[in-house]
């Protein structure tokens, strides 16, 4: 009986020279010297940092507009002027939206918020926003995750004499900027800040510290002021593990000092919401975040209003936020039901468009098919086709899309290239989304495919293969391995979790399908040594699997906490059944 992998398998095989010298730097073994090697590490103060990560933060003062902003703000508050703190509707936008309003009220303001509803008003600024300041008054708006190319509405709102000041991380506009009394954001032109790849939620923080440090009138803030900063970092974690930002430099220490944070929170709603997620009481890793609250925190801006989600943060009453986080896990799993729905649909679509070469990008659309859940489906149609994807839901002429990528493909480019078919479109290299006329869809797909084939990204397309950071031999996968890859982690983009091969294992029991039959329990073993293995979303592979038949795993080592005692298992990405798969 022999079963291959689902995709091709390469291991990587970083040069022994540089792999020695990493194994030199202090407290680093062989082990951990070949995964720093395949992520492109250096024997040098950057590789000492990224070992130690401390809260060496950069100051915020050196963001672009961050002076200006503050004292902004510091006048509006001193005034009793009205701000809003004008989100977005992700996890990042709801996070950041939360961490000012959060601090505006401990600083005493008159604050109020506003997050757009995905389908009525659609992403960033719009008329919405105009409405939104007037009825509250507002004579400040400070916007989250969003603003800098609201060129027009920002034009609006000042001639109706309301300051906009712009907390943002997405690339600018080719054209004009907006005229907002600042715009802080890393990835201005000029900018002098050290890191560019923050996420929005740690750009609002920014300049939640920088406001902090105003008030205090010192670099140093006061005692009150720093335990707020540092609660803070909870959910600027949050926001960087789930906005999928390079998990480096600054990012790396905000999210790991963050996940301690988020672990010890006192914040009534963010303690319901890790109860929903069965969180509480357990040291948290990032894959806590990007599968247990990322989606529930994103599910109410889906399918309703990430108002919700916001409110459940915001929350200091126990019963209350009880029954906000119930609300948000109902209908989490309500999304989880019409994502199959789509998903299924999107897919038959795509095999219309099964040459790669002819359609490199998959740009697909439907009426009816749910504007929140089309970037959903577009990260699964890149796993599953090895393409770019830009899905769009249509309600009646027009519809909203999401764009997701493969490696190496700025899925924003490829869209500058349709941008005469599109309403409007934004985002960054690896995510982007627009808005379209349903009659302009098969122009749209057509100046995309065409960019993409002058690009040759259809010589990237296919299954990305699983890289293989090291064979381990089963017996080797113990608690000790296990504390050494914990050093490493927080694990994210441009820190991948480690993939590790171990082969000739087989199985103890039988395997069970688990999850109505999506994920596939198993327990391995080789010689006396047995572990608990989870592959999710496998669980049509269950016939490929026999007892007595030798097993080669690709898996990630991860401890498993249950009833108050922690045991390490494994997660496994691919198998193969039989005859171990050449590694390319």
Not at 377 to 398: K, T
Not at 512 to 536: C, I, S, W
Request: aromatic share 4%; charged share 25%; net charge negative.
């Amino acid at each position: 009986m022999n079963a291959p992998p689902r995709r091709p398998w390469t291991l990587a095989t970083p040069d022994a020279e540089h792999t020695a010298r990493l194994a030199r730097l202090p407290g680093v073994t062989p082990f951990q010297a070949r995964l720093l090697a395949n992520r492109g590490h250096e024997a040098d103060d950057a590789c000492r940092g990224h070992l130690q990560p401390g809260l060496e933060l950069h100051d915020p003062m050196q963001l672009p507009d961050m002076e200006a902003a503050v004292e902004r703000l510091h006048e509006a508050i001193e005034g009793g002027e009205t701000i809003l703190v004008h989100g977005d509707y992700d996890v990042d936008g709801v996070t950041g939206t939360t961490i000012l309003v959060r601090l505006l009220r401990l600083l005493g303001a008159s604050v109020e918020w506003h997050i757009p509803h995905r389908m009525r008003d659609g992403y960033s600024f719009g008329d919405h926003s105009i409405a939104r300041a007037e009825a509250v008054g507002a004579k400040v708006v400070v916007s989250v995750d969003n603003g800098t190319s609201a060129v027009e509405v920002i034009r609006q709102l000042r001639e109706r004499g309301i300051d906009t000041v712009v907390t943002d991380h997405h690339e600018p506009p080719r054209g004009d900027l907006p005229p907002a009394v600042a715009i802080v954001n890393p990835k201005l032109p000029g900018s002098a800040y050290p890191f560019r790849e923050l996420c929005g939620g740690a750009v609002a923080f920014k300049l939640a510290w920088g406001l902090c440090q105003r008030v205090t009138g010192a670099a140093r803030v006061r005692p009150d002021l720093r335990a707020f900063l540092i609660d803070s970092m909870s959910l600027v974690a949050v926001a960087t593990v789930c906005d999928v930002v390079p998990l480096l430099d600054e990012n790396r220490s905000l999210a790991r000092a963050g996940l301690r944070s988020l672990a010890a929170t006192q914040h009534a709603g963010t303690r319901a919401l890790l109860r929903v997620c069965r969180l509480d009481k357990k040291a948290l890793t990032a894959s806590d975040v990007g599968f247990g609250i990322g989606p529930r925190l994103n599910a109410a801006g889906r399918l309703d209003s990430a108002a919700r989600s916001v409110e459940l943060l915001l929350c200091e009453d126990e019963a209350e936020a009880a029954g906000l986080a119930t609300a948000l896990e109902a209908l989490n799993d309500q999304r989880k039901a019409m994502t199959e729905d789509l998903l299924g649909a999107a897919r038959a679509q795509a095999e219309r468009f099964g040459d790669p070469q002819e359609w490199p990008v998959l740009v697909l659309g439907e009426q009816g098919w749910h504007q929140g859940l089309v970037g959903i489906a577009a990260g699964r149609l890149v796993e599953e086709f090895g393409r770019p994807a830009l899905v769009i839901g249509f309600d009646g002429d027009e519809g909203r899309g999401s764009a997701r990528t493969v490696e190496g493909v700025s899925v924003l480019e490829l869209m500058h290239a349709g941008a005469d078919h599109m309403l409007r479109y934004g985002g960054h290299a690896q995510a982007a989304g627009c808005e379209a006329r349903l009659d302009a869809l098969p122009a749209l797909r057509d100046a995309i495919c065409s960019a993409a084939r002058e690009a040759g990204v259809a010589e990237r397309a296919g299954p990305s293969p699983l890289t293989i950071d090291a064979e381990v031999a089963w017996k080797d996968v113990t608690d000790s391995l296990q504390n050494q890859l914990d050093h490493l982690a927080p694990w994210g983009e441009r820190n991948p979790e480690p993939l590790l091969l171990s082969s000739g294992v087989r199985l103890a029991e039988p395997p069970r399908a688990v999850g109505n039959g999506k994920h596939l329990l198993l327990q391995l073993r080789e010689g006396d040594v047995k572990r608990k293995a989870m592959a999710f979303f496998q669980g049509d592979r269950i016939e490929e699997l026999a007892m007595g038949v030798d097993l080669h795993v690709v898996h990630t080592p991860a401890w498993n906490e249950f009833r108050g005692r922690t045991t390490l298992e494994v997660r496994l990405h691919d198998f193969a059944v039989g005859e171990r798969p050449p590694l390319s």
